[in-house]
Nanobody
Framework: QVQLVESGGGLVQAGGSLRVSCAAS????????MAWFRQAPGKEREFVAT???????RYADSVKGRFTISRDNDKKLVYLQMNSLKPEDTAVYYC???????????????WGQGTQVTVSA
């Protein structure tokens, strides 16, 4: 069982940066693939980035080169550093955990409550 709590969302101007964090509980955090998804109003939840047990990463094309996902297994934390933010990045950002490598939302077993990121033009 894994519980996830996101933090760090907020309002930022276009071109700015923001880092969101995800704190996980549970003894087997190291065994989980961690990911960030986002959902904008009226849109489906979409994949943003994922990081495996050993640090392998994958990004959505829309954020590649601007966002960086990382994890600290000792502290049970996952981060999403977001640079060069655009208004279209505005969404609720969710942290998720899965037992296997995955990029679809339905493949993830555990979810946080989400944190709002708003990018103003």
């Amino acid at each position: 069982q894994v519980q996830l709590v996101e933090s760090g969302g907020g309002l930022v101007q276009a071109g700015g940066s923001l880092r969101v964090s995800c704190a996980a509980s549970g003894r087997t955090f190291n065994n989980y693939v961690m990911a960030w998804f986002r959902q904008a109003p009226g849109k489906e939840r979409e994949f943003v980035a994922t990081i495996g047990w050993t640090g392998s990463r994958r990004y959505a094309d829309s954020v590649k080169g601007r966002f960086t996902i990382s994890r600290d297994n000792d502290k049970k934390l996952v981060y999403l550093q977001m640079n060069s933010l655009k208004p279209e990045d505005t969404a609720v950002y969710y942290c998720a955990a899965a037992r296997y490598w995955a990029t679809r939302a339905d493949q993830y077993d555990y979810w946080g409550q989400g944190t709002q990121v708003t990018v103003s033009a």
